[in-house]
């Protein structure tokens, strides 16, 4: 099945520097990849997502970037704010079937 | 967009009482719900997935029996923590699939259980 890997686990940046989350998976069948962002005590909420036919895609502070050779896609938050500190995971959902494979998260904490 | 409801949000209950968590789609039709467990500051463990009419598939390691799954309709999903222990105490989340492929998960809000 898949294997979907995420670091770092933790992730501190002074507020107004960029972020980046790296995620890798194995199965090569993976076509779907979103990126969720949890707050405590809150259920994942979806930030951004990318299909597996295209490389790169941006919405306003956040970025995806999707590597399919080398399977692995990345989370870029630029100018970071107090309130972009959550927790982040990646997931990954190959072309059959319906689950999917998250990664381990990401703590991260923006300083203000 | 679409939305999940899960309810309640938070629960304590006494050491052997019975606690049901419910999980409604919104605006849209599931037929499979998953239901994940996650522990402070770990990521999401896939319990098991409910399919509407039919039996749950549980995860390996999951109690079936501990963790009873109903699938009532298209737009609701329960999970009753049978006999809770201290040790059943966390934060426990549903969600539901796309109806289409390539979109997003849909998640609830969680419940976090404490049970004294």
């Known amino acids: 099945g898949e294997n979907v890997e995420q670091h770092p686990s933790t992730l501190s940046v002074q507020e107004g520097d960029s972020a980046v989350i790296k995620c890798t998976y194995s199965d090569s069948a993976s076509n779907y990849f979103p990126w969720y962002k949890q707050e405590l005590g809150k259920g994942p909420q979806l930030i951004i997502d990318?299909?597996?036919?295209?490389g790169e895609k941006k919405d306003q502070r956040i970025a995806v970037t999707l590597n399919k050779t080398a399977k692995h896609f990345s989370l870029h938050i630029t100018e970071t704010q107090p309130e972009d500190s959550a927790v982040y995971f990646c997931a990954a959902r190959p072309n059959t079937g319906n689950q999917f494979y998250f990664g381990t998260g990401t703590s991260l904490t923006v300083i203000p | 967009g679409a939305v999940v409801s899960q309810h309640p949000s938070r629960v304590i209950c006494k050491s052997g009482t019975s606690v049901k968590i419910e999980c409604r789609s919104l605006?849209?039709?599931?037929?499979?719900m998953f239901w994940y467990r996650q522990f402070p500051k770990q990521s999401l463990m896939l319990m098991a997935t409910s399919n509407e009419g039919s039996k749950a598939t549980y995860e390996q390691g999951v109690e079936k029996d501990k963790f009873l799954i109903n699938h009532a309709s298209l737009t609701l999903s329960t999970l009753t923590v049978t006999s809770a222990h201290p040790e059943d105490s966390s934060f426990y989340i549903c969600?539901?699939?796309?109806?289409?492929?390539?979109?997003?998960?849909?998640f609830g809000n969680g419940t976090r259980l404490t049970v004294t």
């Open positions: 605006d849209f039709q599931a037929t499979t």
């Open positions: 969600s539901a699939p796309p109806s289409r492929g390539n979109s997003p998960l849909h």
């Open positions: 990318i299909r597996s036919n295209v």
